[in-house]
């Protein structure tokens, strides 16, 4: 019963690109480990950028290392 848990910075990933992530994925572990889609769990949390870090700074800050 895979379980994988994805987060991404919450910058407005469409309800399609979601769906597309949970298929891809569930896919994925279907093929390369012949696991059951139907107890395969996708799980897609977002972040707000001010709340994920990269090399010792926000995201924001990390993109545009001039705005600090």
Do not use: C
């Not at 769906?19 to 012949?34: E, F, M, Q, R, S």
């Amino acid at each position: 019963m895979p379980y994988v848990n994805i987060r991404i910075t919450r910058e407005g990933a469409t309800p399609q690109q979601k769906t597309a992530l949970i298929k891809g994925v569930t896919d994925l572990l279907v093929t390369v480990l012949n696991k059951s889609p139907n107890t395969t769990f996708v799980v897609i949390d977002e972040v707000a950028t001010e709340d994920w870090g990269i090399a010792g700074m926000p995201v924001h800050e990390f993109r545009n290392p001039t705005q600090k």
